[in-house]
């Protein structure tokens, strides 16, 4: 199983972006998804979850600016974030956690991809 997170780059304040995340490989079912997001110095930090039924979760600090959606049958999570600010530069992941056809639940991360919000 693997997750692939693309769509990071260089944007204005203001502006916008929208990260994608699919995952692949041997799925039987994906519950929850998530997008988490660490910059320089930093702890990670949730920005939003979703579950298999569609309900969002948003960390306070995108709450309004951010919508994350789904497509299930897809596997894949959406993250559209309006209103950048530099305080949202950071490297994006992507975590989902998934059942395989062997019947081991567990977490999987996708790799980082990089959000730069410029002044």
């Known amino acids: 199983v693997q997750l692939q997170a693309y769509g990071g780059g260089l944007v204005q304040a203001g502006g916008s972006l929208r990260l994608s995340c699919v995952a692949s490989?041997?799925?039987?079912?994906?519950?929850?998804m998530g997008w988490f997001r660490q910059s320089l110095g930093k702890q990670r930090e949730l920005v939003a979850v979703?579950?298999?039924?569609?309900?969002?979760n948003y960390a306070d600090s995108v709450e309004g600016r951010f919508t994350m959606s789904r497509d299930n049958a897809r596997n894949a999570v959406y993250l559209q974030m309006n209103s950048l600010q530099p305080e949202d530069t950071a490297v994006y992941c992507c975590?989902?956690?998934?059942?395989?056809?062997?019947?081991?639940?567990?977490?999987?991360w996708g790799q980082g991809t990089l959000v730069t919000v410029s002044s």
């Open positions: 979703i579950t298999s039924g569609g309900i969002t």
């Open positions: 975590n989902a956690n998934i059942l395989d056809w062997v019947f081991t639940r567990k977490d999987y």
């Open positions: 490989g041997s799925i039987k079912s994906v519950r929850n």
